[in-house]
């Protein structure tokens, strides 16, 4: 029979094995399931890991996908470590595309260099607008983070679609549900002529470098830190979880603010009903993968952001559908949960009747 | 404009017919809570029941296989649930937000070829004499089965949980499970059985979603109801009598904008669209602002995962 056995203290080595092994064992999986779905494993294997790495282009395609999921995850895992359960990451993405979208609108006559920090300040502020509310609710009524910030994401997704169908629609545009196309004064500055790759990338690089600071070298750092693992220390320790609960959702609406403004000005180029796949979604299975460690979650970034250009490729070369994608990555969390058991645990066979 | 009696039944009928779902969900998690065990994959497990029914219900032409099936699917993730969190202990929380990212994965994966197919529904049963009463016949004797057993299901769970043996011994493992453990009770094997029938009531849910509501199969056709199923739950403050009133509310929010625009109200449709999520926010914190009466009735292990050894 197999047991788990308590182990003495966590294992470092698993520490760093277990998101490995669960990668491994996701593919795995994933073959299986194409040999069941009765897909050539050769091509397969080439839209997922060989055409996304083919060329420069596919390569910054990368960059441009990975940003947003390693921006929001970063965020994310501060108030994971610290058992505040933001999953409305995608509502305050989509509030920060809407102010930061308005403000381009806005001054549509004008073009002038100031516009575009304009719009990053409406969109951080935005997201945080939208993070306050669960924040407030928590903290003033104890209501479930996870269920509020979820309900608003919602409510956000309406909202776009309100605001694209009505006040913020393109006026020459036929009743289309979309808005005027950004002009240049109002779009992110490409760093690699020819490609889509934007300032969201180098912007993402900066956020790991400043949370790990953060982590490991404040008093805050360690606060998040306490009050994740013994919360009742901390409140000895005269840390607040009121205040927690308000920096990591504050912080995390900013930059998931951030992240949305950057999609409409980068990639985008305008207000659309469906400005994100998913991405605030995506980025928690990013920062599980990353182990909520910045450096980590740089890594899982790149990895989910693989496995979202394998399932745009698999739609085209095999025809299969694009939830193909989120079946692997919901398969990678579950194989990455089963796998994190071996860094508390060691797995022991033991003879069956000799139960101690 | 006038509304007459038909007008209000009419009304009526479309409140429980969109409460349906809600009950089913909320009970399942309602008995899942019980136990001590948090899962938040409902969502997923309700689009696992609902691509399954409709696909089989529309193979097989029955739609008794096709619920059937509803049911086994939703078990199915809810098993995978109970070994990740129960057997490996991970954290409930990640589990089922995993569990939620997959059901909506799998099921568009599965039901990819299922989209725009027309299917004739689970049919409805008229109780014989009861159903030709003016006015009553129509709102509570001409319903599909399923309408039928999602109030069955609760005064079921109601007497269960108050009146049996087992019920309290579900209710003790999920307020102290150690001290059940002490006394000999299986917590391992109680949470297990929690766990699937959640599960067989969010397939069951996802079922009347894609077989009865509007019987038809699209990607995330469940647009959060599993997680208003969660808010429910706390509305209910973990009891099933208020749970039934609690989703008839909600399902009052849901048909309100099919309504509004019959009697001349004016509002964009998204406004409208909103008011569920709206409703859902408000009623969780006037709930939760007594945060006396949320301890005194939660199970008092919930979410927290159970180490035998310790």
């Excluded at chain 1, 277990?18 to 897909?39: D, R």
């Excluded at chain 2, 973990?238 to 609690?246: A, D, E, H, S, T």
């Amino acid at each position: 029979m197999i047991s788990l056995q308590a182990r003495v203290e966590p294992s470092k080595l698993m520490g760093f094995a277990a998101p490995v092994i669960a990668l491994a064992l996701t593919v795995l999986a994933g073959l299986i399931l194409f040999a069941l779905l009765g897909v050539p494993l050769d091509k397969a294997f080439y839209s997922f890991f060989i055409e996304p790495l083919s060329s420069t282009y596919e390569l910054s395609e990368l960059g441009v996908k990975a940003a947003p999921l390693i921006m929001i995850a970063i965020a994310l895992s501060i108030g994971y470590r610290a058992n505040v359960w933001n999953i409305g990451a995608e509502g305050q993405f989509i509030l920060g595309a809407i102010c930061g979208g308005a403000v381009a609108l806005f001054f549509y006559e004008i073009e002038a260099w100031y516009i575009l920090p304009l719009m990053v300040l409406a969109g951080m502020l935005g997201g945080m607008l939208w993070a306050a509310i669960p924040a407030l609710l928590r903290t003033q009524f104890n209501a479930n983070e996870i269920l509020t910030s979820l309900m608003l994401t919602y409510i956000a997704v309406l909202l776009l679609s309100l605001l694209v169908n009505g006040p913020l629609s393109d006026p020459d545009g036929y009743n289309h549900a979309e808005s005027r196309m950004f002009h240049a004064a109002a779009t992110l500055p490409i760093i690699l002529e020819g490609t889509r790759l934007h300032i969201g990338a180098p912007v993402a690089l900066l956020l790991v470098v400043v949370v790990w600071v953060l982590l490991s070298r404040t008093l805050l750092g360690f606060a998040l830190k306490v009050n994740g693992i013994a919360p009742r220390a901390g409140l000895y320790a005269g840390f607040t979880q009121k205040r927690l609960i308000w920096f990591s959702f504050l912080f995390c609406g900013a930059v998931a603010g951030c992240a949305g403004l950057f999609e409409v000005a980068g990639p985008i180029g305008l207000l659309l009903p469906e400005i994100s796949p998913g991405y605030g979604f995506t980025a928690i299975i990013v920062a599980f993968l990353g182990r909520l460690h910045p450096v980590g979650i740089v890594f899982a970034g790149l990895v989910v952001a693989l496995s979202t250009l394998g399932g745009e490729a698999a739609q085209i070369n095999l025809n299969l559908p694009l939830a193909v994608t989120g079946v692997f990555q919901g398969m990678l969390l579950f194989f990455l949960l089963a796998t994190d058991v071996l860094i508390n645990y060691r797995v022991v066979w033991r003879a069956t009747g000799s139960r101690a | 404009m006038n509304i007459d009696s038909t007008m209000l039944v009419m009304i009526a009928l479309s409140v429980i017919s969109a409460a349906t779902p809600l009950i089913y969900a909320a009970i399942g998690e309602l008995v899942v809570e019980k136990s001590g065990v948090l899962n938040l994959g409902i969502e997923g497990m309700m689009l696992a029941g609902a691509v399954s029914g409709f696909g089989v219900g529309h193979l097989s032409g029955s739609s008794f296989l096709g619920v059937l099936a509803g049911i086994i699917a939703g078990m199915l993730l809810a098993m995978l649930f109970a070994f990740l969190t129960l057997n490996l202990r991970t954290s409930q929380v990640a589990t089922g937000l995993a569990l939620t990212i997959f059901g909506i994965g799998l099921s568009a994966l599965v039901g990819k070829s299922l989209i725009g197919i027309a299917y004739a529904g689970v049919p409805t049963y008229a109780v014989p004499f009861l159903s030709d009463l003016p006015v009553a016949g129509p709102l509570l004797f001409q319903h599909n089965l399923l309408v039928y057993g999602s109030v069955a299901l609760v005064v079921l769970v109601s007497i269960f949980l108050k009146y049996t043996r087992a019920g309290l011994i579900l209710r003790a493992v999920g307020d102290s499970p150690e001290s059940a453990h002490a006394l000999g009770y299986p917590v391992m094997a109680v949470r297990y059985i929690a766990t699937l029938f959640g599960g067989a009531c969010a397939g069951l849910a996802g079922c009347y979603l894609s077989m009865a509501y509007t019987p038809s199969w699209q990607e995330e056709m469940t647009a959060g109801r599993g997680w208003i199923a969660l808010a429910l739950v706390v509305f209910a403050t973990w009891q099933p009598g208020r749970l039934i009133f609690g989703a008839y509310l909600f399902g009052g929010f849901t048909i309100l904008q099919l309504h509004a625009q019959a009697m001349g109200i004016n509002v964009p449709s998204q406004l409208m669209s909103m008011l569920p999520y709206i409703a859902t926010i408000v009623v969780l914190v006037i709930i939760s602002r007594d945060s006396g009466r949320i301890r005194k009735n939660a199970p008092a292990s919930i979410g927290q995962a159970f180490h035998p050894t310790k």
